[in-house]
C-alpha cells in the first residue's frame, strides 16, 4: 500500500480552501442593488390650440359703425369663462347670396321678388366687399365667383331660374364648401329662401346647421316662410282663397229694389275644398314651413346673424339694407379656448357672449358654435 504524508495533503488543500474562503467573503460582502420598476409614461394631454374666429358687430350710441375697436375693449365669456381676446381686425367680407328659386307650391316667393331682395343686398354692401351668387332649386349652381364688380353680380342674379323643386340642405353644403377654398375670416352667408326641402329629412337639415356652426361663417336670412305659411294656412283648412261668383252684376244689382239688392250684395258662403290628399300636402306644408321659420331663426341666432321674416315681401326689400349694414359693422375677434376640446371627447358646443367695457362702444356677438378636434393621422 501507497503512504500518503498528511502534511502533504493539508498543504495541497490548504490553498484551495483559501481561494474558496475568499470567493465567499467577496460574494457576502457585494452590495446587491434593488430593482428599480420602469416608470409608465403618462399619456400625453393633447391641448386644443384651435383659434375660434367670431364676427362681432361694433356700432356707436346713434347706430353707426364704431372705427378703432381694439383688444382691450372687449370682455368674452365662453360659458362664463373669462377670455382675452387676442386680435380684433377690420376686414372686407366675403358675402354668398344663396337664392331660393325652387318649390313646387311656392306663392309669395316668387323669382322675380327674390331677384330684387338679391340686388337691393348687392347695392347695401361696400364696395370693399367680395360677392359670390348661388341659386338653388333642382339643384344648387354657382352663378358667379367672388368678385368686386357689382354689374357682374347683379347679371349673375338675373341669370338665375326657377324650378319645381327645392335642395335646400345641398346648397347649405355647397355653400359651406366655398367658403373653405376661400383664405377669408370674414365669412358671411346671406339666405333668401323659405328653408324648405323637397326630399331632405329634419335630421339632415340640422346636420346641414351644425356644418356651418362649426365652419366660421356669419349666416344672414330673409326668410319667405312666414308669408309663405299665411297664405297656405285657409288653404290647408279647405277654404278656398278665389272668391264665390257673384249672383248678378254690380250695375243690375244697383238697379234693383231695396231688397233685391241687398240680397244680392249680401255675403256668398265660403267655398270648401274636398280633395282630401290635396289638403293633406297642403297642412304637411304648412307645418314645413313653420317650422323652418324657428331653424332659420335659430341658426342666425347661434352665428350672430340678422333674420329678417317679415309679413310682406316689400317690407323685407326695404330691411334689406340692414343686412348689409350688419355685414359691413362686423370685426374679426379671435381668441384661443382654455378648455381643451379633448377633454369633451373631441366635439364640444360652446356657448360665447361679447360685451364692451368701452364707453360709447355697443358690441352684439352672441353665438353658439360648434368646436371639433381634429383627428391625428
Do not use: C
Request: proline share 7%.
Amino acid at each position: 500500500m501507497r503512504y500518503i504524508d498528511p502534511k502533504a495533503v493539508f498543504f495541497g488543500v490548504l490553498p484551495v480552501m483559501l481561494l474558496l474562503a475568499a470567493a465567499a467573503f467577496g460574494q457576502s460582502a457585494r452590495v446587491v442593488p434593488t430593482p428599480v420598476p420602469t416608470p409608465t409614461p403618462e399619456p400625453e394631454l393633447k391641448i386644443s390650440t384651435q383659434e375660434i374666429k367670431l364676427n362681432v358687430l361694433a356700432f356707436d350710441e346713434r347706430g353707426g359703425f364704431f372705427k378703432g375697436v381694439t383688444t382691450d375693449d372687449l370682455v368674452i365669456r365662453e360659458d362664463n369663462i373669462l377670455h382675452q381676446a387676442a386680435s380684433v381686425r377690420y376686414i372686407p367680407a366675403n358675402v354668398l347670396i344663396v337664392m331660393d328659386t325652387g318649390g313646387e307650391m311656392r306663392v309669395v316667393k316668387t323669382l322675380d321678388r327674390t331677384r330684387k331682395i338679391a340686388l337691393a343686398l348687392i347695392e347695401a354692401l361696400r364696395p370693399e366687399d367680395r360677392v359670390a351668387v348661388m341659386a338653388y332649386a333642382n339643384k344648387p349652381v354657382m352663378l358667379s365667383s367672388w368678385t368686386q364688380d357689382r354689374a357682374s353680380s347683379r347679371a349673375a342674379v338675373n341669370s338665375s331660374n326657377f324650378g319645381t323643386r327645392s335642395t335646400f340642405v345641398a346648397a347649405l353644403d355647397m355653400a359651406a364648401a366655398t367658403f373653405g377654398r376661400t383664405e377669408s375670416d370674414n365669412n358671411q352667408l346671406v339666405l333668401i329662401t323659405d328653408g324648405t326641402d323637397s326630399s331632405a329629412t329634419p335630421a339632415q337639415k340640422l346636420a346641414a346647421f351644425d356644418r356651418l356652426r362649426a365652419a366660421n361663417i356669419t349666416v344672414h336670412v330673409l326668410s319667405f316662410a312666414a308669408m309663405e305659411a299665411a297664405d297656405i294656412e285657409p288653404r290647408a283648412k279647405g277654404i278656398s282663397k278665389t272668391p264665390p261668383p257673384k249672383a248678378m252684376p254690380d250695375q243690375i244689382a244697383k238697379d234693383m229694389p231695396n231688397g233685391g239688392r241687398d240680397t244680392a250684395n249680401a255675403p256668398k258662403a265660403r267655398v270648401f275644398v274636398v280633395d282630401r290628399p290635396f289638403l293633406r300636402k297642403l297642412r304637411d306644408r304648412e307645418s314645413d314651413l313653420i317650422a323652418s321659420e324657428k331653424q332659420l331663426e335659430k341658426l342666425t341666432e347661434d352665428t350672430n346673424g340678422e333674420f329678417i321674416g317679415s309679413m310682406s315681401p316689400d317690407e323685407m326689400e326695404d330691411k334689406t339694407s340692414l343686412v348689409g349694414q350688419m355685414i359691413d359693422s362686423s370685426y374679426v375677434v379671435t381668441y384661443s379656448p382654455k378648455m381643451p376640446v379633448t377633454a369633451e371627447h373631441g366635439v364640444a358646443e360652446r356657448h360665447i357672449e361679447v360685451t364692451s367695457k368701452r364707453p360709447g362702444l355697443i358690441v352684439q356677438a352672441r353665438r353658439n358654435v360648434l368646436l371639433i378636434e381634429p383627428k391625428t393621422p
